[in-house]
């Protein structure tokens, strides 16, 4: 007869141990791997906000007196009379500082809603007060906010998915060869990543395409692929710029923010019609930059790396090995122009020195003094961009 045993105790312990371990090790990877491929995902569609129409960029010491200088206008600030060189006062009887101060009460606004703008012009005949209502207007983000006339477009990628953008064409009378450029946004981000140069840009005389990625903003997909499949996708719409008319098909660039810059860097080693490239903060390695987060979380890569690059690499359908940015710049022989913030959190300033020291002299960097991933971008940073690719296209 054989008599029941129950396991010992230490059995059990060692079985209890392993599993608190285990859970939670499968939960990190399976969470970054997600996130690495499926981030949230932001629509145009969904940005609809008031808009009164107004561009301002001066900070004033709130102890003197209020009175900001519009840069330029677009409706319906500009239908209601307004016009760039009035120097705003108040809005709703508040005073104005800043941009900002003005954001507040169109923020806070409902569509129809009229806000109260008192300015002052300076015209040959001295000084005029203008006091007006300016009716807020309810709409989605859009190159119209920067008085740009644009187009909804569509095209297909690799894959046969389609991906969804606007065309700003280039100032009318550029003829038949104007050049343009293709840009790709960040892997948290949609079609409106470049929108704060694109009127600049614009005056430069190049003509632009902003879209949203596969499994971004409006296009098709579910998953990203952190610059790999993306850069298909930058040269598909170099493809869709080269097919149009008033778009020279030899004098096309790309610019990329993060992971549209990595995918723009290995685009343009691959497809010899690219002529400038734009980067702004793109990361040098994958690998180094999935470490890189890891360590944010005081997570040891060598446990980690390779389970969740090898989950979000079969979620995503890519090569994680081969998305390798800076290596794809021994192939591309054109100007660079980069752009990256000193104190970047997210892909730290030393991967664009990396950059610097492989390309040398051809690409031209810019550090940006306290200046975080997503921070904003200084106010020459649009005039040079739509200088350099004046300059190279």
Known sequence: MTLYRRPRVWKKRLALAATAVLIPYVAIILYFSHFMVSPPRMRVSESSRPVLGVFMEVDRDREGEPGVPILRTVDPARVAGLQSGDVILRVNDLPVYSNADVADVVRAGLEGDLVRVEARRVGEDGETAILLDVPLAFRPVSPAD???????????????????????????????????????????????????????????????????????GESEGKTISLGDRESGA?????????????VSSTRIGLAGRSMGGAAAAIAAGRDPRVRALVLDSPFTDLTREVDHAL????????????????VAAMRGRFEPSEVVPVASLDTYH??????????????????ALEF??????????????????????P???ALRIGEFLKENL
Do not use: C
């Open 146 to 216: 920067h008085g740009l006339l644009y187009q909804d477009v569509a095209f297909t990628d690799p894959l046969g998915r389609t991906l969804r953008g606007w065309y700003v064409p280039p100032p009318a009378g550029s003829g038949s060869s104007a050049p343009g450029v293709v840009y790709g946004h960040g892997n948290g981000g949609d079609r409106r990543h470049w929108l704060a140069v694109a009127r600049e840009v614009h005056h430069a005389g190049v003509a632009q395409l902003f879209f949203d990625f596969a499994g971004r």
């Open 234 to 246: 930058m040269i598909a719409g170099l493809e869709f710029l080269a097919s149009l008319n008033e």
């Open 295 to 310: 360590a944010g979380y005081y997570l040891p890569p060598v446990l980690f790396r390779a389970p969740i690059l090898a």
């Open 334 to 351: 054109g100007p660079v122009l980069l752009y990256h913030g000193r104190d970047d959190e997210a892909v730290p300033m030393t991967h």
């Open 356 to 377: 610097k020291e492989r390309v040398g002299d051809r690409l031209e960097l810019h550090l940006l003094d306290d200046t975080g991933h997503n921070g904003r971008r």
């Open 379 to 381: 106010a020459p940073y």
